[in-house]
């Protein structure tokens, strides 16, 4: 059974019971393979590239299977069919990584505004 408290996340596929994490190694080969950050690597996963799918896919499946190729993630990956990206979002968030994305992209986040600078402060600075 999968630790969620690791980031762990199960899946079947291809008549087999597959468990899936992101882990900091997988993360750096994920990053080696690329030859992208993680970073970019998101970026084009936004993008909707199926390279990029596989790959992550791939990175995912290494640390319970460190054996497997491309080719056999992309059998993974056909497969799921449409429930790849809710299998790969999962896998994702459940790596821990990666910072959430702002509520509101542009606008600043309230929670990180510094406390006592505001007019409504009641800071006496005049």
Known sequence: MANPMKGEVDIEACGEQLRLILSFNAIAELEEEAGR???????????GSVRTMRLILWAAMRDHRPATTLRQAGAVAEELGPELGPVLGKVIAACGFLAAEDPAPGKPDPAKRSAGTGAASGSDMG
């Open 37 to 47: 950050t993680l970073a970019e690597i998101m970026t084009s996963l936004k993008a």
